[in-house]
């Protein structure tokens, strides 16, 4: 490419240095797709295929690999951490290529304040990977005939092996899930967000992964499905008001505080309803180290559960106060107005009396 001549006077933006915090920044999707394609490429060579294979396919095989009939099934271990790790990877790169392509250029042309458009990529690029969430638990339960024979989760939990695709789903949500750390870094969090957003994931990532080593992956892939179907309305209102048309995000944040409602209870009692499946089974089918590790995941989810709803309060309370305050500076102003209206009535009944009380004296004189 020929490169056009300076002008005198005319400034040039300089590329910043390599592996500088600036050039990690704006090649972030480069360089973490490149390193992919390197692990990826592994398999392609006898000597590193194995070592490629643990960040890219499915672990620990527990079936009988000469019998042809016998399903393929897996359990979890130590390889899991590589395929996270590589997930991840994957994940910060599609996120930067969603942000890149498609959120920051629809918030340009918006012409989004540095605020709203902060609010709209974060809210828009997790927007999807939400639905894929929901979308792929489907998937996974059509595939493994779950979805016609719901209550047969409970014959399965806690489940010591699973199917490959069921693993892959899970593998897949925690990478999803690790991959919100750095991505803060990724899109500039400002220092003082960045607590509550560690809080947020890692309320996230505890019971995710409790559930995944505990076993609890068929019901509690229910509960992320319930959970993330209410965080894609949360993420769709929050994107249009933050595009600036809050009065139609209005109808959908109404749609959204009963999904909510609703979903915090059915997490509830879902996970009431496992706490007790748990607990009916004999020593032989589960052991009581077992059962009270079962016990502490789905305490904390439980617990996690009420947090939300005492937060959703505090929320709802929130936006009726403010809205009163709305309404009574709306009031204020009226009035003030009103006043203001009928002081000038008054001003000019004034006026207008003292010009006819001048025009009789000029006539009688």
């Known amino acids: 490419m020929v490169k056009s001549a300076k002008r005198p006077g005319q400034k040039t933006e300089k590329d910043p240095f390599i592996f500088s915090q600036e050039y990690l920044l704006q090649n972030q999707a480069d360089l973490v797709s490149s ?15 194995a070592l490629s294979a643990k960040f890219c396919m499915v672990q620990h095989n527990t079936t009988n690999l000469t019998d ?21 990877l994957l994940f ?17 042309r918006l012409h989004l ?12 690029s997790t927007m999807p990977f939400m639905v894929a969430i929901v979308a792929g638990a489907g998937y996974v339960f059509i595939q493994e005939d779950i979805i016609y024979n ?24 925690i990478a999803f899930v690790v ?22 994931y890692t309320a996230y990532l505890i019971p995710i992964l409790g559930a995944y080593l505990t076993g609890l992956v068929y019901p509690a892939t229910i509960i992320l499905v319930i959970h993330c179907a209410t965080e894609v309305l949360k993420a769709l209102s929050d994107v249009i008001e933050s595009a600036g048309h809050g009065d139609q995000a209005q109808p959908l944040y109404r749609i959204w505080s009963v999904a909510f ?9 879902l996970t009431v309803v496992t706490f007790f499946k748990l607990r009916s089974k004999s020593s032989d089918e589960l052991s009581q180290f077992r059962f009270l590790a079962c016990s502490a995941v789905l305490l904390i989810l439980l617990g996690l559960q009420l947090y939300l709803g005492w937060k959703f309060v505090q929320t709802v309370l929130s936006w009726r106060h403010q809205a009163k305050e709305v309404a009574l500076a709306q009031k204020k102003a009226d009035n003030f107005w009103q006043q203001r209206k009928e002081a000038n009535k008054e001003a000019k009944k004034a006026r207008a009396e003292k010009r006819a009380a001048k025009a009789a004296v000029e006539k009688e004189d």
């Open 68 to 88: 042809p009939d016998e399903k393929a099934m897996y359990s979890i271990g130590r390889a899991d951490n590589c395929m996270i790790l590589f997930y991840a």
């Open 35 to 49: 390193l992919c394609l390197i692990i990826m490429s592994g398999l392609l060579f006898k000597a590193t295929r």
């Open 179 to 200: 991959h919100q750390y750095p991505e803060m870094y990724f899109m500039r969090v400002k220092n003082e967000d960045m607590p509550d957003k560690i809080i947020g």
């Open 150 to 173: 719901l209550s047969s989760i409970w014959d399965h939990t806690p489940a010591d092996e699973m199917p490959m695709l069921v693993k892959f789903y899970w593998i897949l949500v």
């Open 261 to 269: 409602i609703v979903a915090r209870n059915a997490i509830a009692a």
């Open 92 to 108: 910060i790169a599609i996120h930067a290529v969603e942000n890149e392509y498609f959120w920051e250029k629809i918030g340009r």
């Open 113 to 124: 304040s540095k605020t709203r458009m902060s609010e709209f990529m974060d809210q828009g």
